[in-house]
């Protein structure tokens, strides 16, 4: 196993809701969808995964619903609200401008 | 925003089902599995895996819980009930904690809300801080005054202060209207308000023009008798009423918590009219008490200071042999009010607080006790993932329901308390009686209940629980040091209160069991004060008397009647100073006053209603009353003093004043009590009250021997004196009832340090007990072993008490030792007892051995009757 990266503060959520923006996805999926997209640099395990969906539900940006899995099983599905996809935007350029900040002052050279 | 609010607010009231999560997670761990079988485990292998990286669920569970907006409402009343439960379960130590937390917090509520009464309460004058009480002392009387002859040139050149005022007393008087009432009235300068900053509720203060001789009558009524007497009506300003026949205009009405300085009731407040100039000529003038507001930047200790030269102008008018023992005196007018007051309120407050350190400790060591109990409880929890935050709430909710719960019985507690104190108070106390639980005090005990509480609940959670704990093992000792140190501390304290109260109590007893001199049972005192408006001359005061007297002495059962103007033992008497006495044929001494000499005019009877023997000479007879001569009766004390080893029959002596008649000495009579309990006798001389005007006062106590039960004999006296005067007031008391009142206040005193140091002796025990029992319990399994090996039931036994008398032992030393250092602060009121009394030390000690040792042994048999086979398979 890939030794795994402490995420910054506040940016599970961003992922999440990232994750979540082309479609429904139960918990698992997001688990393993971020992991695959992150070549495994990123692990989100179980103990801060449902705390954050839970939180963000509670926050009204995603809502959830019972569902049927890909091989059938009764599963809950998570949905980016409009609320949601307003503050994915937000976080996403707050994020951008964040990075390179953070890349100027270490000296990097800030990607176009 | 606002959708977040909604949102909020909808998962606050839907609650998602427990089963929900749980069916979501399990889905997690199966999609997991799935994923481990496709990777090629075999399915136990992968299920396992799943479950490993998956880790607690329980934590997972509980962190997706507190996500939820408001999550922990819910949990403070699942605490709660958890609580309660466990409250239910152990029984003991539920009611030994409420106990505990109900007496201190009961017994502190009350004596603080008396204390500050006394010592801390706000004086309703505006800007008290800057008032004092000015004047000279003398060993005539105990406060400060002032003479006539002095006040005004002191008025005139004082510098320390902004206002100079005075007050010549309160006496009472009469209101003669349609509804005529007895009333008290002071009388005062017309600057006394306006220095105090008293401004009337209705109406304006007295006018300078007011307040001189033959000025215009003028009075101002306190608020409780414009509520009382006029039913607030507000046209009572401009009204006239009618004050010992005198019609005076009302001008105002004072606030409701207007006081005299000196806290003596006073209904109306007059100007004290005093012709100034004839008082500056006067010597020594009039009494009068002088207040004063300080300049700014000057305090009492400059201010006496500064008014050295205006004292030493009093001085030089004062005779030469005098002059040593007049002092001044400046001090604020609290200090004043409370003066003696003061040390019986701070013990009072030493007591209660040892009360309380002694009832924390205990709720200390209880909680200690339970939280080591359930060391194994908070282990498995722990270990099933209930957070480390979740176990110190919920023992923090504990506490705080056991201290909300103490903190009200504790109040209901104090409410009662404070009724029996303000019950049992002396009426000497007059601050007392307007004592009433104070809000900011109870807040102030529950805040100290609930972080005593806290503090020592919180302590044993906070420690990570041990795993060890979760081996059958009975807790571990961790806290059972401090506990002990606990149990020291609550013994040595219990035993500092109980040698307090115990010297009290000896003392208390001694004043009981004080030979008076005098027989006090089978008569019957009457208080008859007459209105001076209406017995307006002496002559006229003198018949009411004597056609009383003849009345009293023809009721059925009555065997003598006497009169007298005071009756012993109390302080109130007449007083003269001893060096006034002329005898005739010897040299008047030269230096110092000598001391008072008592004395009191009676009628020939009034010794032997009291039993007093005449010891030499005779005593008064009738036909004496109606010579003109002038006789006296000395006490044992005045001839010695007076005469030595000469006899005093015969001799011609001269009293006040010094060119008044010779008075000849018919007979000396045995000492009698005279100054109070607990003062020492004083020199006495009687005169005999004759049937001459001049001889005469307006009040008078009647005594009635009688063989007949006091309770039968009163209604006929008041009968007799209705038949006379109809709307006279008469006070009856037994003289037994009168002397048994001036041991009110050491009753007082010793009843409530007596009943702190039971309260505090009966928690220490408690604590002990509690200790011991613990120790016990804990080394049960030890025990078995000592008796597999051959140990006797007796070691055991002693074993145990060996442990609780260690402790006893060094608590009782500390705790005498902390006595013997602080019982000369109650010196000054003990009664023919040291302050360091062997026998109250010796009983006490005891007392407190033979308690303690009986709650130790209890645990102890319990401890020597384990059987070995059981304790061995305890664990």
């Known amino acids: 196993m890939p030794p795994s990266t402490d995420l910054l503060q506040g940016t599970l959520d961003l992922l ?88 100027l002052v270490l000296g990097r050279e800030v990607q176009a | 925003m606002m959708a977040e609010f909604l949102a909020r607010l909808r998962f606050l009231f839907s609650r998602r089902r427990p089963s929900d999560l749980d069916e979501e997670l399990q889905f997690h761990v199966e999609e997991s599995t799935r994923a481990n079988l496709a990777a090629g485990m075999n399915p136990g292998e992968a299920r396992r895996t799943a479950i490993v990286e998956f880790g607690g669920v329980e934590r997972a569970r509980e962190q997706c819980h507190e996500q939820r907006p408001g999550w922990w409402l819910g949990t403070v009343g699942q605490d709660v009930r958890y609580a309660l439960r466990g409250f239910r379960r152990n029984p003991v130590f539920t009611l030994a904690a409420l106990a505990t937390l109900t007496l201190g917090i009961g017994a502190t509520t009350a004596v603080f809300s008396v204390v500050d009464r006394i010592l801390f309460r706000p004086l309703p004058y505006a800007h008290a801080d800057r008032l004092v009480s000015v004047g000279l002392t003398a060993p005539i009387v105990p406060e400060e005054f002032m003479l006539g002859g002095s006040y005004y040139v002191w008025r005139d050149n004082q510098k320390p202060f902004e206002a100079f005022t005075s007050e010549t007393g309160v006496s009472s008087c009469d209101l003669t209207e349609h509804n005529p009432a007895h009333l008290s009235c002071a009388d005062v300068e017309a600057s006394f308000l306006p220095t105090l900053g008293v401004l009337p509720l209705l109406g304006r203060n007295f006018l300078p023009e007011e307040d001189r001789p033959h000025g215009p009558k003028v009075a101002l009524v306190s608020y409780g008798l414009w509520q009382s007497h006029y039913a607030r009506d507000p046209s009572i300003v401009n009204r006239l009423i009618d004050i010992d026949g005198n019609l005076t205009r009302v001008i105002g009405v004072l606030p409701k918590d207007f006081e ?64 040593k023992e007049v002092h001044l005196r400046v001090r604020s007018i609290r200090d004043r009010e409370v003066h003696d007051m003061r040390m019986v309120a701070w013990i009072l407050l030493g007591a209660v607080l040892a009360v309380l350190l002694i009832a924390c400790a205990n709720v200390a060591s209880l909680l200690m ?147 008076m001199g005098m027989e006090t049972q089978g008569v019957l005192a009457a208080n008859i004060s007459l209105p001076r408006y209406r017995y307006t001359t002496q002559q006229k005061q003198m018949d009411f008397f004597l056609r009383a007297e003849s009345a009293l002495e023809h009721l059925p059962g009555v065997s003598a009647v006497a009169m007298t103007n005071w009756l012993p033992p109390g302080e109130t008497h007449e007083e003269q100073i001893f060096n006034n006495i002329a005898v005739a044929g010897k040299p008047r001494p030269t230096s110092g006053t000598g001391g008072m000499v008592a004395w009191r005019r009676i009628t020939p009877e009034y010794f032997s209603i009291l039993k007093i023997p005449i010891v030499r000479g005779q005593g008064f007879t009738q036909e004496q009353r ?129 009943f702190f140091a039971l309260g505090g002796l009966a928690m220490a025990i408690i604590g ?41 032992a060094t608590g009782a030393v500390l705790g005498l030792c902390a006595a013997f250092a602080l019982t000369r602060l109650l010196g000054s009121l003990l009664f023919q007892v040291g302050a360091h009394d062997p026998a109250s030390f010796v009983a006490v000690a005891l007392l407190l051995a033979i308690v303690a040792l009986a709650a130790t042994l209890i645990p102890a048999r319990a401890a020597m009757k384990v059987q070995p086979v059981e304790a061995l398979r305890y664990e």
Not at chain 2, 777 to 795: P, Y
Request: aromatic share 6%; hydrophobic share 45%.
């Open chain 2, 369 to 515: 006790a339970r939280s080591a109990a359930r060391q194994r409880e908070l282990a498995v929890r722990s270990v099933l993932g209930a957070s480390r935050r979740r176990l110190i709430r919920q023992t923090l909710t504990e506490t705080l329901v056991l201290s909300l719960a103490g903190a009200s019985l504790g109040c209901a507690l104090a409410e009662i308390l404070l009724r029996v104190f303000i019950a049992i108070a002396p009426e000497d106390v007059p601050l007392l009686a307007k004592a009433s639980l104070d809000p900011r005090i109870v807040l102030f005990t529950i805040l100290l209940s609930l972080a005593c509480g806290a503090l020592f609940g919180i302590a044993p959670a906070m420690e990570k629980p041990r795993m060890a704990a979760l081996a059958a093992r009975f807790g571990s000792g961790a806290h059972a040091w401090l506990r002990r140190c606990l149990v020291v501390g609550q013994i040595a304290a219990s035993i500092v209160l109980l040698t307090g109260a115990a010297l009290l109590l000896r003392s208390f007893r001694n004043l009981e069991e004080q030979k």
């Open chain 2, 768 to 808: 002990l007990y509690g200790v011991i029992s613990f120790v016990a319990t804990q080394r049960t399994h030890e025990i078995g072993v000592r008796m597999a090996l051959g140990a006797s039931r007796g070691d055991i036994l002693r074993l145990i008490t060996v442990e609780g008398g260690r402790l006893i």
């Open chain 2, 260 to 323: 005299m300085p000196t806290v003596e009731a006073a209904d109306i407040v007059l100007p004290q009219a005093l012709d100034e100039a004839e008082q500056r000529k006067a010597d020594p003038g009039r009494v009068m008490y002088a207040f004063a507001r300080l300049k700014p930047g000057i305090d009492a200790q400059q201010a006496q200071a500064m008014l050295e030269p205006v004292f030493n102008y009093s001085l030089s008018l004062a005779p030469p042999q005098f002059r």
């Open chain 2, 626 to 754: 109606s010579s003109s001569e002038h006789y006296l009766i000395l006490s044992s004390l005045l001839a010695a003093r007076l005469f030595g080893g000469e006899d005093p029959i015969g001799q011609h002596m001269r009293l006040v004043p010094p060119d008044g008649p010779w008075f000849m000495v018919l007979g000396v009579a045995a000492d009698v009590r005279n100054a109070g309990l607990a003062g020492a006798e004083m020199p006495e001389f009687y005169q005999l009250r004759r049937n001459i005007a001049d001889d005469w006062n307006p009040w008078e106590v009647m005594m009635v021997k009688t063989a007949l039960p006091p309770a039968a004999v009163e209604p006929w006296i008041r009968a007799r004196i209705g038949q006379i005067d109809p709307t006279l007031p008469v006070e009856i008391v037994t003289l037994s009832e009168d002397v048994s009142r001036l041991a009110d206040r050491p009753r007082f005193e010793a009843s409530l340090l007596a």
């Open chain 1, 16 to 103: 999440i809701l990232q994750t979540l923006a082309p479609g429904p996805m139960h918990g698992w999926a997001v688990a393993q969808r971020i992991q695959q997209v992150s070549r495994h640099v990123l692990q989100i395990g179980q103990g801060s995964l449902y705390p954050a969906l839970h939180r963000l539900e509670y926050k009204g940006w995603i809502r959830s619903g019972w569902g049927a899995s890909e091989n059938n099983r009764r599963a809950r599905f998570y949905s980016l609200t409009r609320a949601g996809k307003r503050r994915l935007e937000t976080e996403l350029e707050t994020w951008d401008r964040l990075s390179s900040a953070i890349a």
